[in-house]
């Protein structure tokens, strides 16, 4: 999953500090992503595997715009439990 989920199965070019740089990124940001996976996201995503989880997740539209001064983010109701729930997650640092 590392590799096909994160684009890590080849080096990006022929220099090595580059390359180094560029995995020294995707490392990390796998280990985020499983982190999120195991603590934040709900029971359905928990085994899915990170091509999934852009499909379902990653990928809902949103429209920033302004209401009553204040900045909001407008997105389709069916992914407002969803997302409301994983802020919800995200704020209480609730452990799954």
């Known amino acids: ?5 994160f684009g890590l199965e080849r080096m990006p070019c022929g220099q090595s500090q580059a390359s180094a ?5 995707g490392v ?5 992503y499983k982190l999120f996976r195991a603590q934040v996201l709900p ?3 928990a085994r899915c ?4 989880i852009r499909f379902h997740l990653y990928a809902i539209a949103g429209k920033i715009a302004r209401h009553a001064g204040a900045l ?3 997105v389709p109701r069916e992914a407002f439990g969803l997302l409301h729930t994983l802020r919800l997650r995200i704020a209480e640092g609730t452990v799954t």
Do not use: D, R
């Open 1 to 5: 999953e590392l590799k096909t989920g």
């Open 21 to 25: 740089a560029f995995f020294s990124l």
């Open 28 to 32: 990390p940001a796998y280990n985020l």
């Open 43 to 45: 029971h359905p995503f």
């Open 49 to 52: 595997q990170v091509q999934s």
């Open 72 to 74: 909001v983010l407008k």
